[in-house]
């Protein structure tokens, strides 16, 4: 976003004329923004043979997936209701991994039906693929990220023992069985390591394990490293070095290739990183009050279309379109709901009056898609600029 003599511009477009001409609340993208993130991920990973499934939970819209499709990416889906969407869009059903947890068996087998990819996260279904289908549908296998750091790493401390996805190390020897037992073809070994990669290790570390299971599973052809990598949403914020993520893979994967003669492809299933930055929500400011020494900005959106303040205490950076240059002033933002629906806390921001607009900036990834309707309130507008 740049200011040009004095008026917000995005994506070479006016902002304040573009919420007069589409109202707010309004989410927009831009697409350079996913392009250049593309072009940065691809760049990182260039020197593996690597595919990139985009995790579609992160951004939906529809001109985004088709971006994602025209930039030969595939999917990473959670539902049947994704795999369909997609499909939709024009995505080849082989371009999809669907990666279900918790879904009624239906759904995988709507999935199969479409000829979709599955990564099967759980005995129940190993057992359920096996005995429906016997060795005719191929999946790849999710495994519990506790296998791959220790409790110890600077990454959400405890996070990776605590989760709830994937196979355990003490229910491997009955997955491998089961595998056996019913000739299941295990294309893939997938790891989603955490939502928040810090240590610039993790994929490394994730790449032995998965590795060595690899050893015992002949029919392995990808390892896919998940997704978790997010960019800064402001200046201080630690994140990790991409470039750096990638070098961890080396070793190991050079290790095992002259070992066992078979070299993998690497998967990845980004959604954050490749959408955050492009995404900014438009919303006007309907009420100014002061209260308990607090000044407070009611803007006309919440937590029912940007749930990540809410949800994850996320911080957004936030900018008023209509005073650049105003003095600045300790305000805090919050959105329309019938409860504490706080956007921003005590925000250094130029002079914000009524019917100002504010631009809610790295809104792209988890926003909209996680929008509601509470309130009986309707869905925001969304444009890809
Ligand atoms: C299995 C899997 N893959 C990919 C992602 C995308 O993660 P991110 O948007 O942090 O890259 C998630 C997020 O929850 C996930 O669970």
Redesign the pocket.
């Known amino acids: 976003m740049q200011l040009n003599e004095g008026r917000w511009q995005l994506a070479g477009h006016d902002v304040e004329a573009l919420a007069e001409q589409h109202g707010t609340p309004l989410y927009l993208y831009d697409e350079q923004t996913i392009r250049r993130q593309v072009k940065r991920f691809r760049n990182a990973f260039g020197a593996f043979d690597h595919r990139i499934h985009y995790?579609m939970?992160?951004n939906s819209n529809r001109d985004v997936l088709l971006l994602m499709k025209n930039l030969g990416l595939g999917i990473?889906a959670?539902s049947i209701y994704e795999i369909r969407h997609a499909l939709e869009v024009g995505f080849d059903a082989h371009q999809i991994l669907f990666?279900p947890n918790g879904v009624p068996f239906d759904e995988l087998e709507q999935a199969i039906e479409l000829g979709a990819r599955l990564n099967i996260e759980n005995l129940t279904y190993l057992e359920q693929l096996g005995e429906a289908y016997r060795g005719d549908v191929p999946c790849t296998l999710r495994i519990h990220p506790g296998l791959v750091m220790p409790p110890s790493s600077r990454d959400a401390t405890g996070w990776y023992q605590r989760s709830r996805?994937g196979i355990g190390e003490d229910q491997m020897a009955q997955a491998l069985r089961l595998v056996e037992l019913h000739g299941i073809r295990v294309e893939g070994l997938h790891v989603?390591s955490s939502?928040m990669i810090l240590d610039e290790q993790v994929f490394g570390a994730a790449a032995k394990v998965l590795l060595d299971l690899a050893r015992k599973l002949p029919n392995v052809m990808a390892i896919d490293l998940?997704?978790?990598?997010?960019p800064p949403y402001r200046d201080e914020d630690d994140h990790p070095d991409l470039d750096a993520l990638a070098h961890s893979l080396t070793k190991p994967l050079e290790q095992f290739e002259s070992e066992t003669g078979r070299s993998l492809q690497l998967w990845f299933?980004?959604?954050?990183?490749l959408v955050a930055e492009s995404g900014t929500l438009l919303t006007r400011v309907n009420v100014i009050k002061q209260l308990g020494g607090r000044t407070i900005a009611a803007v006309d959106t919440g937590f029912h279309q940007l749930l990540r303040p809410k949800l994850y205490d996320a911080w957004h950076e936030i900018k008023n379109i209509s005073n650049p240059h105003g003095p600045q002033q300790v305000i805090d933002v919050c959105g329309c709901l019938c409860e504490e629906d706080d956007l921003a806390k005590a925000r250094s921001l130029p002079e914000v009056r009524e019917g100002h607009l504010l631009a809610i900036r790295n809104a792209g990834?988890y926003g909209y898609s996680m929008a509601s309707t509470y309130n009986s309130r309707p869905l925001p507008a969304e444009m890809m600029l």
């Open positions: 995790a939970k992160a990473d959670v990666t996805f989603h939502s998940g997704g978790g990598i997010r299933e980004p959604g954050r990183y990834a």
